[in-house]
C-alpha cells in the first residue's frame, strides 16, 4: 500500500465512517479493499478464457474488554457494512478475554516510499495484453522443436485499500502488477516432462518474454531421459528458485507469533548460532529491488528492515502488534493481511539472504559428489517447520568431481532444518528477486540424505 | 428456499450475455453465509462471521470463453457483466436471442437436521474448548493445542442458454485440531479433522473428544519416533488413510481437460489395463455426507456415481460442460468451481477404491519389512509425467509382518502409473479420510477420499535413516 494520503477517498471514507460508530470502551479497525483483474488464457494461438472482473469488501475486527469479533462481507452496500458492524459486535462476546488483545497504533517509524503504482499498465490496451501472452505461446514453441504448450497466460490486477481504527491509524494506498506465465510439455517416446516460465513487472514493458519462454522449454526438457538416482548422503546445490522457496518454509519458524505459542524450533536461541556462520538473512521490504516490497504492513504501520540471522546467530523474530505484545516487544511491521476477509497475521514480507561472490558454476566446480536441485516437490506436505523434520521431492542433475552429470528425477532429499543450516557450506552471488516472499540465490548444503532406487 | 435471482431476470441476462454472438451462456449465482472460530493456546481468539454473495457469468463462442463476475446481484449488475463477459465472444454478428429456462427437479444428496444458523454460537465455540481439555488431558508432554471450527450455508443457482435451471443448498462443518507435543529431543505435532456435507448434528454422531485424543496421541506418539528409512521400501497403507494416494496418482490424471490437452499419462488409455487388477476406482458426488458430496455440481448437473478404473481397465474420465459438449460425450457432474469468482473446470468430487477381499491383519502379516502408513499429508502430482509426492504425518516399521516403532515424517513419492499396477494386496475394511481441499490452477474445492488396507509393492520414503 502507499500512504498518500487520500489515494483511495471513498474507500477511506466508508472505514471513517464504520469507526466513527465506536462506543465507550470499543475499539474498533475497518479494512476496505476494492480490485479489479484480468486474467487471458491462449491455447493454439486462441483464447481460451478471457476474465474481467471487479470485486471488493469490508473486514471490522471490534475489541472490547480484551475480546475481539470479526465479520466481512464481499460488497460495500450500506446496508452489508451495517450488518458487518453488527456481527462483528456480536462476536466479540464469544472470544476469550486476551490481556495483549489490541490494534495498532502509530509507531513514529517513518515510511520508506515505493512506486507501487504504473499509469502505463492501467492504460494498457485489452488487445495489447492477449498479444503478449499469444507472443509468449509462439516464442515458447519456438524454442525448441520437443517443446509443447499447454497454456500461455496474462494476468494483472489492481488494488486499492484504506484502513482505519479507532487507535489513530489512519491509510490508504493502491498497487498494481501484472505477470505473464507459460507451461510447457515435452515428449521424446512414451515419456513427457514439465516446465514454466514467467515473466513480472509493474507494467507489460517490464517483461523479458523471450528469456521466459527459454526457460519454459529448458525446464521441460532438462529432465527428458531422467533416471531415479541411488540412495545415499550427498551435497546439494540448491538452485536460486528453490532457495526462495526453503527460506520460505524457514520464515514460519521466524514468526513471532508461532515464536509465543510454542510452535518455532527457534524459540528461546536468540543469540545463539543456529546457522553456518555464512548465513545472514534480513527480512527486508523497504528494499525497492524485492518483488514484494512495500510501505506499509497490514496494520498500517511503516514496513521496515529486520535483522533475523547475522553470521548464523539469531537476532530476533518479526511481530505484529499483537505478537510484540506479547513478546513485550514493539511491532517490527511483519502485520500480514490476506485481504478484507480475515484479520491480519504475522509474516516475513521480503526476506534476503547475503549473498557470497561466485557464480553457481564456481559453486558446482567445488562439489565431488552431489545433484544440483532444479525444482522441488511437495514442501508443503513434507516439511513441518515445528520438528524441523525436512523431507523433499526433487529433480535436477547430478554432479561428479565438480561436473554436471545426467538428469535425476523422482527421488526426494531430506534431513532437518536445524541440521541443513549448520550445514551450509557456501552461498552464491547470483542473487534472483523472484516473485516470491524470498529474494533467490544459489545455495551449497552438504550431507542430505537422497532416496531414489 | 427463494431464489438467489428471479427465473425471468436470468432469462433477460442470458439474452442480454448472447446480444453480442456466442453460442452458450451460463449464470452462477451464490449466496453463502460462514461462521467460523479458531481457538489456540488455550483462548477462543475471535468468532468470525462471514457473507459472500455474487454471480459468474461466462459466454463461450467456438473454443474461447468469455467470463466476468459481480458482487451486485441487481438486473443492472448483472446485465453489465454478462456485457463484459458477452465482449469476448463478439464477432460482429450477434443478435437477439431468447432464453427460456426450465427449471431441474431437485437432486437432494445430503440431508440436513441442524442448519447452523441455528446454533448458537456459544455451542459452536464450545465444541473448541471440549477439544482443548480433551487433547491438553492426553499428557504433560502437550504444549499446545489450536483447533478450529467453521461452517457455511450456500445456496446456487444455475442457469444457461440450453435452457437449463437447477438451484441447491449445500451445507457444511468442519473441525481441524493441531497438537504439539513437547519432548527431550524437540517437539512434534499431530493433526486430525472431521468434515460432512451435514448439519449441526455431525457432532452428535462424532465424538469429537475421541478425535483431539488422537492428535494428540500421534504427537506424543512421534516424540519417541526414529528417522524415517531412505530408500524404495513395501508400503502398507491403512484404511481411510491413502484415498490421496489414489487422488493424486491418478484421479487428477483422469480430469477430461488435462486429457484433452494430452497433459495426462492417461490421455489415450480408455480400454487398457492402467492398475493392478485388484483395482476398481470411482469418483462419487452422490456419497451421503462426505465432503465431497453435492446435489448438483456447479454447471447445474446432477452429481453422479461414475467408475474410473474397473479391476485395472481403465473405463472412463471426468467430464465437465466444456469438455463433454467438445467430445460429444456426456457430463458426469464433475464441472467445479471455488466460488462465483472462478471459472468451473473438471475437478472430483469422493474419490474412492473399493474393497478388496484380504483382512488387513493378513496384509501386515505378509509384509515381512515395510512401512506402515497410518497418515499421510497433503500431496500434489505432476499429471503429465505421473510423479507425485505427499508426507507421512504418521507412520511405522513393519518388521517380520509386525507394526513396531514409530517413524519421524518424510515425503513419499512415486511415479502413478507405476504404483497403481504395483498394489498387490487389498483390504476388506474400507473407510473413508479427511476432508480434504483439492488445490487446482489457483482454486480450491472440498473433496473426500478412501480406500481400503492396501499393500504397495515398493515406494520411495524420503527419511535419513540408511
Known amino acids: 500500500m502507499s500512504t498518500i494520503k487520500e489515494i483511495a477517498p471513498e474507500l477511506q471514507a466508508i472505514a471513517d465512517r464504520v469507526i466513527a460508530q465506536a462506543g465507550k470502551g470499543e475499539q ?8 479489479r483483474e484480468t486474467d487471458i488464457r491462449i491455447y493454439e494461438g486462441e483464447v481460451e478464457h478471457f476474465v474481467s472482473a471487479q470485486s471488493e469488501g469490508i473486514g471490522i475486527r471490534v475489541i472490547r474488554e480484551g475480546r475481539t469479533g470479526f465479520a466481512y462481507a464481499g460488497t460495500l452496500d450500506d446496508d452489508a457494512i451495517a450488518s458487518v458492524l453488527a456481527d462483528a459486535r456480536d462476536n466479540v462476546a464469544f472470544g476469550t478475554p486476551d490481556e495483549w488483545a489490541g490494534l495498532a497504533e502509530a509507531d513514529g517509524v517513518p515510511v520508506v516510499a515505493q512506486e507501487l503504482w504504473s499509469d502505463a499498465l492501467a492504460a494498457y490496451a485489452t488487445d495489447g495484453k492477449i498479444e503478449l501472452a499469444k507472443e509468449l505461446e509462439r516464442l515458447t514453441r519456438g524454442a525448441d522443436s520437443r517443446v509443447r504448450v499447454d497454456d500461455a497466460n496474462y494476468s494483472d490486477a489492481s488494488g486499492e485499500a484504506a484502513v482505519a481504527s479507532t487507535s489513530g491509524i489512519r491509510v490508504s494506498g493502491r498497487e498494481n502488477g501484472c505477470y505473464c506465465s507459460v507451461s510447457t510439455l515435452a515428449d521424446d517416446g512414451d515419456e513427457t516432462q514439465t516446465g514454466f516460465g514467467f515473466a513480472v513487472g509493474r507494467s507489460p514493458q517490464e517483461f523479458d518474454l523471450a528469456k521466459a519462454a527459454r526457460e519454459a522449454a529448458d525446464r521441460a526438457t532438462r529432465l527428458l ?9 550427498i551435497t546439494v546445490v540448491l538452485d536460486p528458485y528453490v532457495t526462495a522457496q526453503f527460506l520460505g518454509v524457514l520464515s514460519s519458524a521466524l514468526n513471532g507469533e508461532n515464536v509465543a505459542k510454542g510452535r518455532s524450533l527457534f524459540a528461546n536461541r536468540v543469540g545463539e548460532s543456529v546457522a553456518s556462520p555464512l548465513f545472514t538473512l534480513v527480512d527486508d521490504p523497504t528494499n525497492p529491488k524485492a518483488y514484494t516490497a512495500t510501505d506499509i504492513d497490514g496494520e498500517g504501520l511503516a514496513a521496515r528492515r529486520n535483522a533475523l540471522i547475522d553470521g548464523g546467530v539469531l537476532q530476533g523474530f518479526v511481530h505484529s502488534s499483537y505478537s510484540a505484545r506479547r513478546a513485550g516487544t514493539k511491532s517490527t511491521g511483519n502485520a500480514v493481511r490476506g485481504g478484507f476477509e480475515g484479520t491480519p497475521g504475522v509474516g516475513c514480507l521480503a526476506m534476503q539472504l547475503q549473498p557470497g561472490t561466485r557464480s553457481q558454476a564456481e559453486l558446482i566446480a567445488d562439489v565431488d559428489d552431489g545433484v544440483l536441485i532444479q525444482s522441488v516437490q511437495g514442501l508443503h506436505s513434507g516439511v513441518n517447520a515445528i520438528s524441523g523434520d525436512f523431507s523433499t521431492g526433487a529433480s535436477g542433475l547430478l554432479i561428479s568431481n565438480g561436473q554436471l552429470g545426467g538428469p535425476v528425477r523422482e527421488f526426494t532429499i531430506a534431513s532437518t532444518l536445524q541440521r541443513m543450516l549448520h550445514d551450509i557450506v557456501e ?13 533467490g540465490v544459489s545455495l551449497v548444503i552438504r550431507d542430505l540424505t537422497m532416496s531414489g532406487a | 428456499m427463494r431464489s438467489v435471482i428471479e427465473q425471468d431476470v436470468l432469462e433477460r441476462v442470458l439474452g442480454t450475455a448472447l446480444r453480442a454472438g456466442g453460442d452458450f451462456a451460463e449464470v452462477y449465482a451464490e449466496d453463502k453465509s460462514s461462521t467460523s472460530a479458531g481457538l489456540d493456546d488455550g483462548k477462543v481468539e475471535q468468532v468470525t462471521s462471514g457473507r459472500d454473495r455474487g454471480a459468474g457469468i461466462r459466454v463461450v463462442r467456438g473454443e474461447t470463453t468469455g467470463f466476468a463476475y459481480t458482487a451486485d446481484l441487481s438486473e443492472k449488475g448483472l446485465r453489465a457483466a454478462a456485457e463484459a463477459a458477452g465482449a469476448v465472444a463478439a464477432q460482429g454478428g450477434g443478435g437477439t ?6 427449471r431441474q ?5 445430503n440431508v440436513v437436521e441442524v442448519y447452523p444458523d441455528t446454533v448458537s454460537k456459544s455451542a459452536k465455540v464450545a465444541l473448541l474448548q471440549r477439544i482443548d481439555d480433551a487433547a491438553r488431558s492426553a499428557g504433560a508432554a502437550i504444549g499446545q493445542v489450536s483447533a478450529g471450527y467453521g461452517d457455511s450455508r450456500k445456496r446456487i443457482i444455475v442457469a444457461n442458454s440450453d435452457g437449463l435451471l437447477a438451484e441447491d443448498e449445500q451445507v457444511r462443518h468442519l473441525l481441524r485440531i493441531s497438537v504439539v507435543a513437547n519432548g527431550d529431543a524437540g517437539m512434534q505435532t499431530g493433526f486430525e479433522s472431521l468434515g460432512h456435507t451435514i448439519g449441526f448434528e455431525v457432532f452428535d454422531a462424532n465424538d469429537v473428544e475421541e478425535l483431539a485424543r488422537r492428535a494428540a496421541q500421534q504427537a506424543i506418539t512421534k516424540l519417541r519416533a526414529r528417522p524415517a528409512p531412505s530408500g524404495s521400501i513395501p508400503v502398507v497403507i491403512k484404511a481411510g488413510s491413502g484415498g490421496v494416494l489414489f487422488h493424486e496418482a491418478c484421479g487428477h490424471g483422469l480430469e477430461a481437460d488435462l486429457v484433452g490437452k494430452n497433459a495426462s499419462v492417461y490421455a489415450g488409455k480408455v480400454g487398457q489395463q492402467v492398475a493392478s487388477p485388484l483395482v476398481t476406482l470411482v469418483d462419487d458426488g452422490t456419497m451421503a455426507g462426505e465432503w465431497g458430496a453435492i ?8 452429481s453422479q456415481y461414475n467408475e474410473l478404473i474397473k479391476d485395472g481397465v481403465l473405463t472412463d474420465y471426468m467430464w465437465d460442460h466444456l469438455r463433454a459438449r467438445k467430445e460429444g460425450h456426456a457430463h458426469s457432474g464433475n464441472g467445479r468451481r471455488q466460488s462465483y469468482m472462478h471459472l468451473p473446470m473438471v475437478r472430483m468430487t469422493n474419490t474412492y477404491v473399493l474393497n478388496g477381499t484380504e483382512t488387513p491383519e493378513d496384509i501386515i502379516r505378509n509384509t515381512p519389512n515395510g512401512v506402515y502408513v497410518a497418515k499421510l499429508g497433503g500431496g500434489s502430482v505432476n499429471t503429465a509425467s505421473g510423479d507425485f509426492v505427499f508426507g507421512m504425518t504418521e507412520a511405522y516399521l513393519i518388521e517380520n ?11 513419499l513419492i512415486g511415479n502413478g502409473p507405476q504404483v497403481l499396477r504395483d498394489i498387490e494386496a487389498l483390504g476388506n475394511d474400507f473407510a473413508m479420510g479427511n476432508p480434504g481441499t483439492c488445490g487446482k490452477d489457483g482454486q480450491g ?8 488396507t492396501l499393500r504397495v509393492k515398493t515406494m520411495t520414503i524420503g527419511g535419513t535413516a540408511a
Not at chain 1, 531421459?225 to 548422503?233: D, N, T
Not at chain 2, 474445492?445 to 481400503?452: A, E, F, L, S, T
Open chain 1, 28 to 35: 474498533i479497525e475497518a479494512y476496505v479493499a476494492r480490485g
Open chain 1, 225 to 233: 531421459g531422467a533416471v531415479k538416482p541411488p540412495s545415499k548422503k
Open chain 1, 427 to 439: 552461498v552464491g552471488g547470483d542473487v534472483d528477486w523472484l516473485p516470491m516472499r524470498a529474494a
Open chain 2, 97 to 102: 436471442r431468447t432464453v427460456g429456462l426450465t
Open chain 2, 105 to 109: 427437479a431437485p437432486h437432494p444428496v
Open chain 2, 295 to 302: 446435489g448438483i455440481d456447479d454447471e447445474g448437473h446432477p
Open chain 2, 401 to 411: 509382518g509386525e507394526i513396531t516403532e514409530p517413524l519421524r515424517e518424510g515425503n
Open chain 2, 445 to 452: 474445492v472440498p473433496v473426500g477420499d478412501g480406500q481400503p
